[in-house]
């Protein structure tokens, strides 16, 4: 890639007949040339489908993941671009904040996906974590990735029979190849977290079978950290025996208990009240992860239904 900026391509999954894409809106505003910079909307309804369809179509010579809902920030891609000029470097992501106008529950969501003992390293999809560095496929996020379409198309793209975490194998396959991947906590889009209890609790079921399925499909050692909530909930279920077993069986809660307080008094951004609805909170991370990743283990991999291929329709928008 020259030094010159580089033709950029904006895809952006969508339902078929959703009329409202924040998106679509935020993309016009990117501080970047109206030229060098098209959006493609690829309605569907099996996201990685989708985002390949866009690939094959896109002509940029870097290819600016977002999903409907997020909003970048204006001089994102001004920002990204320099990165690439480092021939190794493949992608660029960054974190998906609350927006500031997001409800109290919300913003709770937010601090809790946020802390380290709910999410361990990936909580810096959530919050901005450290400075610009190397990274791997727990930091990144697919709701704001930038990436070079000749890596992508090298690759074949993405899986097609993983949703969630089709992002994560290709980035694994990256870096197994070569390829560097960077987390810069300043390129930054805004997305809302689910706004209720309910939904907060399935989109923890639905990462854990993601990450158990692409385990099951791409196994890497990388997702040996992943192992952890499932077998904390095993432990859970097991309790009930612990008192027929050693003192020493015992233990891990006080551990754990004492681990819960301490993240509570060092979360950032909310108040003792909001901090100690943080501490249940993190706990039902940890079970229904835990349950959607032995669910994802154990049940039948869903098999590619190429016809949904078939209901793929993109749409190239124009730029402000």
């Known amino acids: 890639m020259s030094e010159s900026l580089p033709l950029i391509t904006v895809v952006i999954p969508a339902r078929p007949g959703q009329a409202d894409i924040k998106a679509v809106t ?7 040339p109206v030229d060098l910079l098209e959006i493609i909307v690829v309605r569907g309804t099996q996201p990685s489908i989708q985002r390949n369809a ?59 996906i946020g802390s380290w003992l709910a999410f361990g390293p990936s909580r810096a ?10 990274t791997g496929e727990k930091e990144l996020i697919l709701c704001n990735l930038l990436a070079r379409s000749s890596t992508l198309a090298a690759s074949g793209g993405f899986d097609e029979s993983l949703y969630l975490n089709e992002e994560n194998a290709l980035m694994d396959d990256i870096q197994s190849r070569g390829g560097r991947l960077l987390y810069d906590p300043e390129f ?11 939904a907060f609790l399935k989109m923890l079921v639905t990462y854990g079978r993601g990450r158990a399925e692409q385990f099951r499909l791409h196994p890497t050692a990388g997702s040996a950290l992943n192992f952890a909530p499932p077998l904390f909930l095993l432990y859970v279920l097991l309790t009930p025996l612990l008192p027929l077993l050693p003192a020493w069986c015992l233990w891990p809660w006080l551990v754990y208990g004492l681990a819960l307080v301490g993240q509570a008094i060092v979360l950032k951004g909310g108040s003792p009240l909001r901090k100690l609805f943080a501490i249940p909170l993190i706990v039902l991370c940890h079970l229904f992860y835990g349950f959607g ?28």
């Open 54 to 112: 866009a690939i094959r179509e896109a002509r940029g010579d870097l290819i600016y993941f977002l999903d409907d809902d997020s909003v970048p920030q204006p001089d994102n891609l001004r920002r990204a671009v320099p990165h690439f000029h480092r021939s190794e470097v493949q992608m660029v992501g960054g974190p998906a904040l609350c927006p500031p106008e997001s409800s109290a529950l919300e913003r709770l969501f937010a601090m809790v």
């Open 293 to 320: 990743f032995w669910r994802g283990l154990f049940t039948s991999l869903k098999q590619l239904d190429r016809a949904l291929a078939s209901g793929v329709f993109l749409e190239r928008i124009k730029g402000a």
């Open 26 to 32: 935020a993309s016009q505003q990117l501080h970047y």
């Open 188 to 198: 930054v889009v805004y997305r809302r977290p689910r706004q209720s209890l309910r």
């Open 125 to 134: 999809r959530y919050r901005p974590v450290g400075r610009l560095r190397e």
